[in-house]
């Protein structure tokens, strides 16, 4: 696959409409040809303990930030007519489906692959298909992991190499 956005969300809390923040990685021809990120006011907007420890954000961080209709209005013309890659698609494609539907907006039915997926069959011998160690596997370091645009990033690398 030589085109295509790579994206990840990151949540305040179990609720998949609490995306808090939003990386996205646009691949065209093989190159990665532009970047985006943004925190994101989550809807229900609180923060647990477990999230902000994965993420370490927190409400503070976001007290401020458009929420994400206004968000996504960034992101669309960026991804238009580009098939959407995410590792483990189930968690962020279920996050995008569910804040669209949270704030009554039509999905356009993207097309998602997933880069989880698609490592479980490329290298078999992996001790496990986390995102840092299959990006690790591909030759890139992961040194932000959790940060939704570094994660958007590791998932594009990985696209590249076995999509």
């Known amino acids: 696959m030589r085109d295509f956005a790579a994206i990840d969300f990151e949540t305040a809390n179990n609720e998949r409409t609490s995306v808090c923040s939003v990386g996205v990685v646009v691949v065209r ?3 990665i040809t532009d970047t985006y990120y943004s925190l994101i006011q989550p809807e229900p907007n609180y923060y647990n303990y477990w ?7 927190t409400r503070d961080d976001t007290e401020e930030a458009r929420v994400f209709p206004k968000v996504w209005a960034d992101i669309e013309p960026l991804i238009a007519g580009l098939p959407l890659v995410a590792h483990n698609k189930s968690f962020d494609e279920g996050c995008l489906k569910a804040v669209f539907r949270c704030y009554q907006m039509d999905y356009p039915d993207y097309l998602f692959h997933c880069t989880y997926s698609a490592s479980r069959r490329a290298f078999p011998y992996l001790a496990n298909h986390q995102l840092q160690t299959v990006a690790a596997e591909c030759g890139y370091n992961l040194a932000r992991h959790h940060h939704a645009l570094a994660d958007a ?4 690398w990985i696209a590249r190499e076995i999509l």
């Open 29 to 31: 021809d093989g190159e």
């Open 51 to 57: 999230c902000t420890r994965v993420h370490g954000l």
């Open 153 to 156: 990033e590791a998932c594009a």
